[in-house]
Nanobody, 131 residues
Framework: DVQLVESGGDSVEAGGSLRLSCAAS????????VGWFRQAPGNEREGVTR????????YYADSVKGRFTISQGVAKNTVHLQMNNLKPKDTAMYYC?????????????????????????WGQGTQVTVS
């Protein structure tokens, strides 16, 4: 079974930093697409960033561009999300997600978020609170 496990969420003050991690098992994430979503209370789940693990190309929502960085970890099958200059509006549950049945080329379009929301593998989430 494919499993995604997030970690690293915490409570921080505005302007602070956090590093989230996503560990995948049951599938080799190389040459695929892995992303982070977030959901604040009362809001819909939204795509934040994704990485094409084959090419290393990264994509960011405008709301986090310049503050967040997604990367592949040194450890096999891990992806990290470095979040700097955090703002209260970043408060949310953060989820790692992927759909390994999609073509790697799907990663190049923002439609990838919609496809994963409809059918994807999800972690349990990690809470980020910024005050």
């Amino acid at each position: 079974d494919v499993q995604l496990v997030e970690s690293g969420g915490d409570s921080v003050e505005a302007g602070g930093s956090l590093r989230l991690s996503c560990a995948a098992s049951g599938y080799d994430i190389n040459s695929n697409c892995v992303g982070w979503f977030r959901q604040a209370p009362g809001n819909e789940r939204e795509g934040v960033t994704r990485i094409a693990t084959g090419s290393g190309n990264t994509y960011y929502a405008d709301s986090v561009k310049g503050r967040f960085t997604i990367s592949q970890g040194v450890a096999k099958n891990t992806v990290h999300l470095q979040m700097n200059n955090l703002k209260p509006k970043d408060t949310a549950m953060y989820y790692c997600a992927a759909n390994f049945r999609l073509s790697p080329s799907d990663c190049y379009s923002d439609a990838w978020y919609i496809k994963v929301l409809r059918s994807g593998y999800w972690g349990q989430g990690t809470q980020v609170t910024v005050s």
